[in-house]
């Protein structure tokens, strides 16, 4: 019976890879039930990676022996990546809009980064390789940053508001709602806007997007720790050109502030405890805590799930290879837990209301003890009808496949007998567990975790995974041509599809183009929010520009445009070029549930009903039309 179990154990790669396929065929089987194009792209990267590992595992193919590439040809990929970069520069200056000719360039510049990793040697190859990849992330992160009038995202004008009036003040009692009790990024961007002298958006790039390109450097330093040199590397190129990194790195914010001290302590964490403990990290790895627990709350809790998760995984193996109770990470996880949840109990969620802790807990609360809701709004037969093509939806999902594809590969390559580690087992466990709250809670209703904040946290563990089995998988062939095509294939297929994602790309989407509201405004849209905004204040504006551009510079909120609104006399109606080919979002109401999105281009034809009104703004931009 021991043997059987020893047996098992040995081989558990192999038979979690075959649980994966029957799992990742349920997965897909859903998609006739509920068509969600994530449950499809998951339950395919599922099924074809554990499918193709079985393959590999049962035929045995032959692995060769690394080929070095001459010392011209290396010169030859390092010219051909500066004609492509320059390239890629001149087309963002010469465009109002990112073309797809960019997004193309920009991907073969990461091919031939991918594969100069690839055959690199010794030092001076791989610092060449490592400054590539931080022009890399400069490059798309700056191509979304540069060209918005304003600083681009959502959640980015909020802040960005904050920022201005903490630096204007010098007091974090200015912060709306529970952000006076998370103030480190806030009072960084203030600070950097008063000593250097600089606009907001300025401060913003030297306070956050800066450290964050950077900050993929701790990604790399932890993958070479534990598997060398070209797979760190290819690990800080996946992170730095995955779409949700694109985003957080080009909209400046408190996430990205918390994905910036995540990577940092993550990788002191890896330092502080391997090989040996050592104090000095630890004693860092404490003071980063504190800093990330007064940073953001999302980032904080995403923390504490990875280092339980990494703490639980050393026990397990601990239990089940090693037969000792031997676990890492027991003192650090204790400290995390216990300030996270003294600074919850501190919080106040809205000023003179229920603290963090209470929120969380009762609303989780009221999640487990009513009924299951497992309702996806596109079930309803209206509204699948109203899906976008297939073909639109999986494209922008296919970066996201391909990461768990490779991902699920390097897992398994971790957890079996030839690579086994109790580090790879924590890695490999500790992604489970995310990827497992990401997916799973949203399925089960539990949609409060703010599951689209996760992804660059989880990218961390996943783009290590994935850069370990693609230099595996580059093995099994045999010519160094072969290897070459795969590397780059892989790599300019990679990129295309995470940078064009409507995840990364709101401004210029490739694809979805009617079902994507960009955030990304232009000069001439804000500064003109910006003149109208000291002559009235009766403004009637599409949701995006009112709810983010006109409700910063208007001392009144803005009426925001619906579908079959009235106008009203003495109002005035800001119409943007943008509205002509480009969507607008307003919600369906649906019988016993939430409202749910939708979109539609006002268009032409709306255009030109208000040339009946009186201009009384105009810029290539923007106009102002009162309603007499």
């Known amino acids: 019976m021991s043997i059987m179990v020893s047996n098992t154990l040995n081989k558990v790669d192999c038979l979690l890879a075959a649980l ?54 290396k010169t ?67 191509s979304i940053f540069n060209l918005a009038g304003f600083i681009p995202g959502a959640d980015s004008w909020k802040q960005a508001k904050m920022n201005y009036l903490l630096s204007q003040t010098g007091n974090i009692g200015v912060l709306f709602d529970k952000e006076m009790y998370f103030p480190v990024m806030h009072i960084q961007t203030a600070i950097m806007n008063i000593t250097s002298n600089v606009s907001l958006k300025d401060a913003s790039n030297f306070a956050i997007i800066i450290p964050f390109v950077l900050a993929s450097s701790f990604v790399y330093l932890t993958s070479k720790h534990f598997f060398g040199e070209r797979v760190g590397l290819f690990t800080m190129l996946l992170v730095s050109i995955s779409d949700f990194n694109i985003y957080w790195g080009s909209a400046p914010q408190t996430t990205s502030y918390g994905i910036i001290l995540y990577y940092l302590l993550i990788y002191i964490i890896i330092k502080a405890y391997f090989p040996k403990p050592n104090p000095k990290f630890v004693s860092l790895s404490i003071f980063l805590i504190f800093m990330l627990t007064i940073t953001q709350a999302v980032s904080s809790f995403i923390f504490v799930t990875t280092i339980l998760s990494l ?87 296919f970066g996201l496949f391909l990461f768990l594809f490779f991902g699920i590969i390097g897992s398994l390559f971790c957890l079996s007998s030839k690579y086994r580690s109790k580090t790879n087992f924590m890695f490999v466990f500790s992604l489970t567990i995310l990827l497992g709250i990401t997916f799973c809670f949203p399925f089960f209703g539990l949609r409060d975790i703010l599951p689209t904040r996760w992804f660059s946290f989880e990218y961390f563990f996943l783009s290590i995974l994935a850069s370990f089995s693609i230099f595996k998988l580059a093995a099994y062939f045999k010519s160094g041509r072969s290897r070459l095509i795969f590397i780059s294939i892989v790599f300019i297929v990679f990129s295309f599809f995470m940078s064009a994602s409507t995840v990364s790309n709101l401004d210029s989407p490739l694809w979805l183009k009617n079902n994507t509201v960009s955030t990304t405004f232009t000069l001439e849209e804000v500064s003109g929010a910006k003149t109208l905004s000291k002559l009235g204040t009766n403004f009637i504006a599409d949701p995006s520009f009112g709810n983010l551009v006109v409700n910063s510079y208007s001392k009144r909120y803005p009426t925001i445009f619906s579908k079959d609104m009235r106008f009203n006399h003495g109002s005035v109606f800001l119409w943007r070029s943008f509205l002509e080919k480009r969507p607008i979002e307003y919600t369906i109401p649906l019988v016993g549930h939430e409202s749910i999105p939708s979109h539609i281009v006002l268009g032409q034809i709306f255009h030109s009903r208000l040339s009946q009104y009186d201009k009384i703004y105009d810029n290539k931009d923007l106009s102002a039309y009162y309603i007499s």
């Open 20 to 73: 994966g396929v029957v799992f990742g065929i349920v997965i897909i089987s859903l998609y006739a039930v509920s068509p969600t194009i994530h449950i499809f792209s998951i339950g395919m990267a599922l099924t074809l990676s554990c499918y193709l590992y079985l393959v590999i595992t049962h035929v045995q193919f032959p692995i060769y022996p690394q080929q070095n590439l001459s010392r011209k040809w």
């Open 311 to 397: 703490f639980f995984g050393s026990v397990f193996y601990s239990l089940i290879y090693e037969k000792s109770t031997i676990s890492m990470f027991r003192n650090i996880s204790l400290v995390s837990v216990i300030a996270l949840l003294q600074w919850w109990f501190i919080v106040v969620f809205s000023k003179g209301k229920e603290s963090l802790f209470d929120v969380v807990v009762s609303t989780f609360y009221n999640h487990i003890t009513g009924p299951v809701d497992l309702y996806r709004p596109e079930t309803v037969s209206i509204i699948s009808a109203m899906l976008p093509p297939f073909l639109e939806r999986f494209a922008n999902t």
């Open 76 to 142: 030859v990929l390092d010219i051909s990546f500066l004609l492509l970069f320059s390239l890629s520069l001149i087309i963002l200056h010469y465009s109002e809009y990112r073309p797809f000719s960019y997004f193309f360039i920009y991907s073969l510049c990461v091919g031939s980064v991918a594969v100069s990793i690839f055959f690199s040697t010794h030092k001076l190859d791989y610092l060449t390789q490592y400054s590539k990849i931080i022009l890399l992330s400069f490059n798309i992160d700056y």
